[in-house]
């Protein structure tokens, strides 16, 4: 199952391929031939897993707080939130490879108090300033157990899009999906001071499946 973002991506990677195959036919020169072929198949393969979409089994619960997507916990440390909070907050940073899959969920059901995007730089996005100054999109949710959530879709050096699906004043539900970003990226968790984490620094995270706290 592929995301619907991927479409145009998938459509085009499909047509330049098949090109590059018909195209090989009338070349005499048989390994430059295989080589083509090769290379258009490949590239091909690298762009359906990008935009891959797995259904996945949610333990849907206001009593948890899912990882939004796939990738590495790479930072777990208290940070100034200065856009809405405006106070300190414990974030949690999950990096996501040109690999992963990119979808983002939902981490938590309840109603999303709060979505802007941000242009910005695509400094690499396991910068520190990264979180400030990429390009990115904030949304906080209200949880009736946690109360406000936020996280931070964040492009990275060679990500180029973000698409967030959050309104302001809608219901969401845990595990759903909430958006995309394309070609490597991170998304920052900030959650309230004193949350016991559940995941370590340079643990895998699975979107919709990994806890990152509970009550």
């Not at 979808?103 to 695509?122: D, E, I, L, Q």
């Not at 920052?188 to 990152?212: R, S």
Request: with cysteine.
């Amino acid at each position: 199952m592929f995301h619907k973002e991927g479409a145009k991506s998938i459509f085009i990677a499909l047509v330049i391929a098949s090109a590059i195959i018909i195209a090989s036919d009338f070349i005499a020169i048989n390994w430059l031939r295989i080589v083509l072929i090769c290379i258009a198949i490949f590239v091909l393969v690298i762009v359906l897993q990008f935009f891959r979409n797995p259904k996945r089994e949610v333990e849907n619960s206001d009593n948890h707080i899912l990882a939004p997507v796939d990738g590495k916990v790479v930072v777990i440390e208290e940070v100034y939130e200065p856009e809405y909070f405006k106070d300190k907050r414990l974030m949690v940073s999950i990096f996501m490879s040109p690999l992963n899959v990119h979808v983002t969920r939902y981490a938590v059901n309840g109603v999303v108090k709060y979505s802007k995007y941000h242009p910005g730089k695509y400094l690499v996005a396991w910068h520190p300033k990264a979180s400030e100054e990429n390009e990115r999109t904030t949304i906080v949710i209200n949880n009736r157990i946690f109360g406000e959530i936020m996280y931070r879709q964040v492009a990275g050096a060679l990500a180029r899009r973000i698409v967030n699906y959050a309104q302001e004043g809608m219901r969401v539900i845990q595990g759903k999906d909430a958006g995309f970003i394309k070609f490597g990226s991170r998304v920052d968790i900030f959650l309230p001071l004193g949350t016991e984490i559940d995941v370590e620094l340079n643990q895998k995270a699975i979107g919709a499946k990994t806890v990152i706290c509970k009550k």
